[in-house]
């Protein structure tokens, strides 16, 4: 199997939640679907949104804004 690292860029605030709102909303789908016994087909996409959602604030690097207070 083959990883690869994917960087997108995201604006705080708006961007960052409409990305956590989506990722909950496919979570809560995923959940729906192995409850309803799909869970052999979505299993690993529920691990893998889960795993997205888990590290959305993990290495943020900010790439503008000012330095005023310097």
Do not use: H, P
Not at 3 to 26: Q, W
Not at 34 to 51: C, D, F, N, P, T
Request: aromatic letters at 8%.
């Amino acid at each position: 199997m083959s990883t690869y690292a994917i960087r997108i860029n995201l604006n705080e605030g708006a961007d960052i939640a409409m990305m956590a709102e989506a990722l909950d909303l496919y979570i809560k789908q995923c959940r729906s679907d192995i409850e309803q016994g799909r869970e052999q087909e979505v299993w690993s996409k529920l691990k893998a949104a889960e795993y997205i959602k888990s590290g959305l604030y993990s290495n943020l690097e900010q790439t503008s804004g000012n330095n005023f207070s310097v």
